[in-house]
């Protein structure tokens, strides 16, 4: 079985910084590929950042393009999201998502991963 355990999430103040991680099981991290999506409340779940499986092809979501990095440790199959320079509209709860390795959809579609894990709660105070 596959599992992803978010953490890292907490209460910031707007300018601040915190780095969620994801921890998989189950599953090699060079075997799929990796994403973070945010959902606000009342709002469609979002894509953030993901990581290719070759760790070689980053993609960013506009909006926190140059504030976000997206990174992995591959021995301790772990993802990280680092965010910096938070915002109030940054709050949201965000979930890590793993594929199968390969599907025809992008990698901004959340239903192109497979694997999802219970979410960690950002919030941003102005």
């Known amino acids: 079985q596959v599992h992803l355990v978010e953490s890292g999430g907490g209460l910031v103040q707007a300018g601040g910084s915190l780095r969620l991680s994801c921890a998989v099981s189950g599953r090699a991290l060079s075997s799929s590929n990796m994403a973070w999506f945010r959902q606000a409340p009342g709002k469609e779940r979002e894509f953030a950042a993901s990581i290719s499986r070759s760790g070689e092809n980053l993609y960013y979501a506009d909006s926190v393009k140059g504030r976000f990095t997206i990174s992995r440790d591959i021995p301790n199959n772990t993802v990280y999201l680092q965010m910096n320079r938070l915002k109030p509209e940054d709050t949201a709860v965000y979930y890590c998502?793993?594929?199968?390795?390969?599907?025809?959809?992008?990698?901004?579609?959340?239903?192109?991963?497979?694997?999802w894990g219970q979410g960690t709660q950002v919030t941003v105070s102005s």
């Open positions: 998502a793993a594929d199968n390795g390969y599907s025809p959809r992008t990698v901004t579609t959340p239903g192109r991963y497979d694997y």
